[in-house]
């Protein structure tokens, strides 16, 4: 090998520790932006003697008991019913036909940016929705709506409901990559031979193995269920709301010593999904004991179809409800006048997209610069690192993997707004770059585990084919990995695009309002309760993630054919 | 990197590039004129209206042709988002360079500014335009919730507590605050109105403890030590002689006053409020309200306060940011704000100060189906002092809010 080629190895040795500096820096800083302010340190308002000042504020406020009850509860059950609903349905119906067709569905339903989803959904079920506008006057006799607490109910149900319609399918996701690690068709064909249904024998046989691969992917859900802030503005209840809406209301409030009780419940957010990451971790050990002898005492099962068909229609409702949501936001932004209870809006007009198609354009174009460029780093990075694997012959230790979770584990609302502190003395905020690194943050974890296995399951003898051909290690990756990989290296582009274009809070934060995003866009729309303006947003903001999956499955089926086209 | 996105990220760039030079207040409003040129102004604002959001746009338009100014709307879902910026550049120990340029502020957030030193001026004097405001008839203009403005921040427009109603369907709505638990008794679940800390929401409150109060003059200092649990009970027995009617029983409440619009369009209550008395011409003109709603006012008069333009301590461009908040105030830019057709917030001038043909532009405007002449406008009562609002607002936490 020659020197330069040495020496690009060399730097092909950074690669895993410039990506994990990259995530970890502004979440380090950030935490110590938030504990300082907590413990009584905050210069810019006077508050330079530390202590617990900010925490028996924080304590002594009255909605604090009530916040963190519901910040548990959704969290706790809206992880707990997408975990069940997803297992349920591939223990159930993983030898159906129906199996295929849906597994189809989950990514771009997936793609949705939570903000879009909640606001159809709240479109969808709130007393003067649409459902109740389908159903009104004929089934119901309302002709104003009824005055039923069908939005922002107290007991956060709604909230939950937003939570499983955009975990369920995540979660789904990553019991398929999951599973693609097991192979365990072999394994279910035994039991099968034995008499075992279907569904005991996917719940006693491939279950336990599943389920050590599913945690990280299951604790960032419940993480994000337990601190989500653009879903709770959008579908809480205000009074008390979550703990991360009353942090952000703490955070904006015009009396600014209440900064220092923001950051305290800040932390206590931190405390809460640190708690609640144990806690299930417990919950898995008490499990684990108390299904062993259910999972040798060797009943078969009956043969249950109507669990099953319970299941796989609950499955089809949440997408269908997705679904439905994202129409009722491209149907307003379209609408005239739409009162209730008209099914559908009594004119069409394009006024609301003539209006704000041309204010629109450049946080649109924001969103796609911001999208494709975290996107591109994310992808070299994650290619640089695994290439490194490759040819070093180690992989990434189940450490190494926490840490690139890392992002997806902290609260946001914990750490931004003490990272935006330190960017503005790093003189970085409210640029693109410092925007483009907190998209960065939460891109990379996403492409990572896109790709990674992809790439590690490479079939080695091409690679070892052109070696013999005389082939390098860098003529061997861009002529030989990469276009084999260009299926998964767009599949993952287009998560890295998504989840770039749903961020709210980073954006926030760290672009000080400078550059906006169509997520800011979309949820600064909601603040005017213009149902058309917010349609005309959210739909926007919906239909970029889906050009991207469109995309990502097109172009290889194109190029697929082109090649063939050209064999001899 | 494909040409493309090389492309789509220039512009990305041209788009937020800001200029970053340290600036300091100048000391005549013709140097600001002269300074201005070519600085990049970012305006933080409320952006949840789009008629507003367009209304900015207009005047983008307008202070570059005339000044050389780029004014880029920066959309606030909360102002004080923009205060919690600021808030955290003099944490960071940035005192230039600032990100905030102008913002669009009264009331609470600008107490809490001016208190904490982020604000820069006085420079309300320095504007030409300022001249023409109607300080002595619109006594707001100077004096925001009792707090002196003392020339760091520009008034931009008015307010006044106006109450929405359908006329189809409510003819005689109640028009004393001692009259709505009885109307909401008889129209259970018919209304509401949005919680604080939303400003709307809170401006009801006032309302109702102005008209609750024994002495109403006490509002206008701050109260004693437990003073305010005192003197509000009546506000506390009249608002639990309402809650039981309201809509969702007072358990719940809206977000904003555009989330009561909306309720009110939907048909989920029948009386609605707003803080711009040309809200509801200029929401049923965008087809966001019934042409049936009209509006009225309580009874002895309601609560009233000024809307204002401030430039923070550590702006970038504070020359141009004077030139802006002058051109906002400007009969032209006056004259379209409080177009029903266009925004409709009423102006701050005075039609006795304006020359002959810049009144014309006033008097050619359409009035609004819904909007109130002056006269009818009736008394403007006082915004409370700040320190009232906060007391009251952590006792209707204490007793609604958990």
Same mark, same amino acid.
């Given at each position: ?24 820096? $502004? ?15 905050? $210069? ?34 809206? !992880?707990?019913?997408?975990?069940? &609903? ?5 223990? !159930? ?23 879009? &989803? ?17 159903? %009104? ?31 369920? $399918? ?64 959008? &579908?809480?209840?205000?009074? $008390? ?46 499990? !684990? ?32 409800? %997705? ?158 990995? &990469? ?23 980073? !954006? ?61 | ?33 002269? @300074? ?30 005339? *000044? ?12 004080? +988002? @923009? ?5 955290? +550049? ?63 921040? =520009? ?29 909401? @008794? ?23 403890? *102005? ?15 437990? +003073? ?14 309402? *809650? ?7 358990? #719940? ?23 711009? /008395?040309?809200? =509801?011409? #200029? ?46 105030? #400007? ?44 006269? +009818? ?6 915004? /409370?002092? /700040? ?16």
């Amino acid at each position: 090998m020659s020197g330069g080629g040495a020496d690009r190895q060399g730097w092909l040795r950074l690669a895993p520790g410039v990506t994990l500096a990259m995530s970890l820096t $502004p979440i380090g800083a950030g935490l110590i932006g938030t504990i300082l302010p907590a413990f009584g340190w905050m $210069p810019a308002i006077g508050a330079v003697d530390p202590g617990l000042g900010a925490w028996v504020a924080l304590l002594a406020q009255l909605e604090l008991p009530g916040a963190v009850m519901l910040t548990v509860w959704t969290g706790l059950a809206g !992880t707990g019913l997408s975990l069940a &609903l997803a297992l349920g349905f591939v223990a !159930t119906s993983h030898h159906r036909p129906l199996f295929r067709r849906l597994t189809g569905w989950l990514a771009p339903v997936l793609s949705l940016p939570h903000a879009a &989803l909640a606001i159809g959904l709240a479109f969808m079920i709130a007393p003067s929705g649409w459902i109740a506008r389908l159903l %009104s006057p004929w089934a119901t006799g309302w002709g104003v709506p009824p005055d039923l607490w069908t939005d922002r109910d107290p007991l956060g149900l709604g909230l939950i409901l937003g939570l499983v319609l955009k975990e369920t $399918p995540y979660l789904l996701l990553a019991i398929l990559a999951a599973l693609s690690h097991l192979d365990p068709a072999r394994d279910l064909a035994a039991a099968r031979t034995l008499g075992y249904t279907p569904a005991k024998a996917w719940l006693k046989v491939v279950g336990p193995r599943l389920y050590p691969l599913l945690r990280l992917p299951l604790y960032a859900v419940l993480a994000y269920a337990l601190s989500v802030v653009d879903m709770a503005l959008i &579908l809480a209840p205000a009074t $008390p709301p979550p703990l991360s809406v009353l942090i952000l209301r703490w955070f904006h409030d015009p009396d600014l010593a209440l900064r220092l009780q923001a950051a305290a419940a800040s932390c206590l957010q931190l405390g809460l999904v640190g708690a609640a990451i144990l806690g299930w971790a417990a919950m898995e050990t008490i499990v !684990t004991r108390l299904a062993r002898p259910w999972l040798t005492d060797g009943k078969r099962g009956r043969a249950g179809a109507a669990a099953r068909r319970f299941l796989a229609a609950l499955q089809v409702a949440t997408l269908g409800l %997705s679904a439905a949501s994202i129409a009722a936001l491209a149907l307003w932004s379209v609408a005239g006048r739409w009162r209730f209870p008209d099914d559908l809006p009594a004119v069409l007009s394009m006024n609301a997209w003539a209006a704000q198609g041309r204010r629109l354009a450049e946080p649109a174009i924001a969103t796609l610069a911001l999208g494709l460029l975290a996107t591109a780093i994310a992808l070299a990075l994650t290619i640089a690192c695994l290439e490194n694997e490759q040819r070093r012959g180690i992989r990434l230790g189940s450490r190494g993997l926490i840490l690139l979770y890392l992002p997806l584990l902290a609260p946001q609302i914990a750490f931004l707004p003490g990272a935006q502190i330190v960017m503005i003395a790093a003189g970085i905020d409210g640029g693109a770059l410092a925007v483009l690194w907190c998209h960065l943050l939460y891109v990379l974890p996403y492409v990572f585990l896109s790709l990674g296995d992809a790439y590690r399951r490479l079939d080695m003898r091409h690679v070892d084919a052109a070696s013999s051909l005389g082939a390098g290690p860098w003529t061997i990756l861009w002529r030989v990995k &990469l276009p084999l990989l260009l299926g998964p290296l767009l599949a993952a582009g287009a998560v890295g695009f998504a989840v770039s274009v749903a961020l709210y809070v980073p !954006t926030v934060f760290a672009g000080g309002g400078r550059i906006s995003t169509l997520a800011i866009e979309a949820v600064n729309a909601m603040a005017g309760a213009d149902r058309r303006a917010i349609g005309v947003a959210a739909s926007l903001q919906a239909f970029l993630p889906l050009v991207a999956y469109a995309l990502a499955i097109l172009v290889p089926a194109a190029i697929g054919r082109r090649r063939v086209g050209r064999a001899p | 990197m494909r040409p493309s996105i090389a492309r789509l990220f220039a512009l990305a760039v041209l788009a937020i590039a800001g200029d970053a030079h340290a600036d300091s207040l100048p000391a005549r409003f013709e140097d600001a004129a002269a @300074a201005a040129r070519g600085q990049t102004v970012y305006f933080n604002a409320w952006g949840g209206n789009e008629r507003i959001n367009a209304y900015i746009a207009w005047a983008g338009e307008r202070v570059r042709a005339l *000044h050389g100014v780029r004014l880029r709307h920066v959309k606030l879902a909360d102002t004080a +988002e @923009a205060v919690a910026r600021v808030l955290a +550049e003099k944490t960071a120990g940035r005192d230039d360079g600032g990100s905030v340029d102008l913002i669009w502020i009264n009331g609470e957030n600008f107490a809490a500014m001016k208190q904490a030193g982020l604000l820069a001026g006085p420079f309300v004097h320095l504007l030409p335009g300022f001249g023409m405001v109607d300080v002595e008839t619109k006594p707001t203009t100077t004096v925001d919730f009792t707090i002196p403005v003392e020339g760091l921040e =520009a008034p931009w427009g008015m307010a006044q507590l106006v109450f929405l109603h359908d006329r189809a369907r409510v003819p005689k709505p109640p028009r004393r605050i001692a009259d709505f638990p009885a109307w909401a @008794a008889a129209h259970p679940g018919r209304f509401t109105y949005p919680a604080p800390p939303d400003f709307t929401g809170t401006t009801f409150l006032k309302q109702a403890l *102005h008209a609750t109060i024994g002495d109403p003059s006490v509002l206008q200092r701050a109260p004693a030590p437990g +003073e305010a649990a005192t003197l509000s009970r009546p506000l506390w027995d009249f608002l639990e002689a309402l *809650h039981p009617y309201l809509w969702r029983a007072g358990r #719940s409440f809206p977000l904003s006053d555009q989330h009561l619009r909306q309720l009110l369009d939907d048909g989920e209550i029948d009386i609605a409020f707003s803080f711009n /008395p040309g809200e =509801a011409s #200029s929401a049923i003109a965008a087809g966001l309200l019934p042409e049936t709603v009209r509006t009225y006012v309580l009874d002895g008069g309601t609560i009233a306060n000024t809307h204002f333009l401030a430039i923070p301590f550590n702006a970038s461009a504070k020359a141009g940011a004077m030139v802006v908040a002058d051109f906002l105030l #400007s009969p032209e830019a006056q004259a379209r704000k409080q177009d029903p057709r266009i925004w409709g917030d009423p102006t701050v001038l005075a039609m006795d100060k304006l020359p002959a043909a810049a009144r014309a532009l006033f008097d050619a405007l359409p009035l609004g189906v819904a909007t109130l002449t002056p006269a +009818e406008l009736g008394p403007a009562l006082p915004e /409370p002092h /700040p320190a009232w609002m906060s007391e009251i607002e952590s006792l209707w936490r204490q007793r609604y809010g958990t």
